[in-house]
């Protein structure tokens, strides 16, 4: 079975269509919740419930340099985590496949080293900071599921969609609410600074172009790479 991991259910929704045409029986779609401490929680009991024959994890990644392109698909091929800067490979041959139904398509794509943060990088000095490693890209699983798979001979890849950039400025609204904002905070931040809605729209609809690209992608990807099912044997 092949297993799909995002952090976020919006984020996993770019898996349904490709997950439709392969079959349910071929393809596992797992939200993992955000952060290290759940992606690893997840990874362990999809290893032990399915033995996937690949796992591939995706979602929207931050931009850590100004040169990618957005939106755009990267393809990590390693992952570094924060926290004791250990280095995660992604698997060469379930990359290079990846590669080649995406050319086939004609999908941009990019090459990229990828970090796993613990928390969200929202301002200009922490998402220096993490650039200073090499990445240039951050999400918070990726490092996890890699050394998941990787103590179980499992092949995994990562397809992220960047939707930012290094120097992209961030609402002082987002930083501060550092999370999902209630409606009265949206309210009041309206009411203080009005601007502030239309650059939240411009976010909304930054993050939708995203998810367009990596559901066009995915849905190329997921069908191709799940594996046939084997018959059941009478006996």
Do not use: Y
């Not at 041959?93 to 990019?110: E, H, V």
């Not at 951050?138 to 001979?153: I, N, P, T, Y």
């Not at 939707?163 to 009411?191: C, F, H, Y």
């Amino acid at each position: 079975m092949l297993t799909i991991t995002a952090a976020l259910p919006w984020e996993a929704q770019a898996a349904r269509a490709g997950q439709a045409i392969a079959g349910r029986g071929r393809v596992r779609i797992i939200t993992s919740g955000v952060g290290p401490a759940r992606a690893r929680d997840a990874a362990e009991e999809a290893i032990e419930r399915d033995s996937p024959s690949n796992v591939i994890s995706i979602g929207v990644a931050g931009g850590l340099t100004n040169t990618l392109r957005r939106p755009s698909i990267t393809l990590p091929t390693s992952i570094i985590r924060q926290t004791d800067g250990a280095v995660f490979q992604t698997d060469e041959q379930l990359r290079k496949q990846t590669i080649r139904l995406l050319n086939r398509a004609d999908i941009f794509w990019q090459s990229v080293t990828s970090i796993t943060t613990p928390e969200i990088l929202f301002t200009r000095p922490e998402k220096r900071a993490a650039a200073d490693s090499g990445a240039e890209i951050v999400q918070m699983e990726d490092a996890e599921w890699a050394e998941v798979c990787a103590a179980a001979d499992i092949p995994f890849a990562c397809v992220r969609v960047v939707m930012d950039a290094l120097d992209d400025d961030i609402p002082n609204e987002v930083v501060q609410w550092r999370g999902k904002p209630s409606a009265l905070d949206i309210a009041v931040g309206t009411i203080r600074r009005p601007g502030l809605l239309r650059e939240l729209i411009s976010l909304g609809l930054q993050r939708q172009s995203a998810m367009q690209e990596l559901e066009r992608a995915m849905t190329l990807i997921i069908p191709a790479l799940a594996p046939d099912l084997v018959p059941e044997q009478v006996d």
